[in-house]
């Protein structure tokens, strides 16, 4: 299977800052199956880029994807109030599909 | 828009059975891969278990055997028969859809919770 490491594990940072979530996998992933999610406590995950650097439709600008091979990069360029919450890295390359263990957003 | 609506979700003793129901809005229900991911309480995602608009299947290790992925294109439902529970799969399960292009999971129900004990 291929494992998904997310660096790093929680982070704390203040509104307006940029702020960058690693991911990185076990084995070379093709980008179009890099994806990128955001969960609000008690809520269902939300897409917000797919193929490493596609942004969803909806999903603000300040969101930004990047990487290819194993090393993958999600930055929000200025942060909002409502950007302090968990993300996840997923890889949808393998019929056996990851996420990675999350990233915690603290103000 | 599509929406996705779980059902089935309880309390459940340990070797029990349960059976979860995802209704998807919509007309499209037929040409898109489904998927079942879950969250244990405090803990991150896990994808359990996927069904292609063909109904191949594939499963997480750890639920193999003992849980099943259906669809019925007829009624615009997925549904997920677990049985053998355990304790550890106290969880959030949520179903979600898998776009054509990339495979990622653009919409997402809102959850329905199963918990598995004595």
């Known amino acids: 299977d291929i494992q998904l490491t997310q660096s790093p594990s929680s982070l704390s940072a203040s509104v307006g800052d940029r702020v960058t979530i690693t991911c990185r996998a076990s084995?070379?992933?093709?980008?179009?199956?890099l994806h990128w999610y955001q969960q609000k406590s008690g809520k269902a995950p939300k897409l917000l880029i797919y193929?490493?650097?596609t942004l969803q439709s909806g999903v603000p600008s300040r969101f930004s994807g990047s990487g290819s091979g194993t090393d993958f990069t999600l930055t929000i360029s200025s942060l909002q109030p409502e950007d302090f919450t968990t993300y996840y890295c997923?890889?949808?390359?393998?019929?056996?599909?990851?996420f990675g263990q999350g990233t915690r957003l603290e103000i | 828009e599509v929406q996705l609506v779980e059902s089935g979700g309880g309390l459940v003793q340990p070797g029990g059975s349960l059976r979860l129901s995802c209704a998807a809005s919509?007309?499209?229900?037929?040409?898109?891969?489904m998927n079942w991911v879950r969250q244990a309480p405090g803990k991150g995602l896990e994808w359990i278990s996927y069904?292609?608009?063909?109904?191949?299947?594939h499963y997480v290790d750890s639920v193999k055997g003992r849980f099943t992925i259906s669809r019925d294109n007829a009624k615009n439902s997925l549904y997920l028969q677990m049985n053998s529970l355990r304790a550890e799969d106290t969880a959030v399960y949520y179903c979600?859809?898998?776009?054509?292009?990339?495979?990622?999971?653009?919409?997402w129900g809102q959850g329905t919770m199963v918990t598995v004990s004595s």
């Open positions: 193929a490493a650097s």
């Open positions: 997923q890889q949808s390359y393998s019929t056996q599909i990851t």
């Open positions: 979600a859809r898998m776009t054509i292009s990339s495979d990622a999971f653009d919409i």
């Open positions: 084995q070379t992933i093709t980008t179009s199956y």
């Open positions: 069904i292609s608009s063909s109904a191949t299947t």
């Open positions: 919509g007309n499209t229900f037929r040409i898109y891969s």
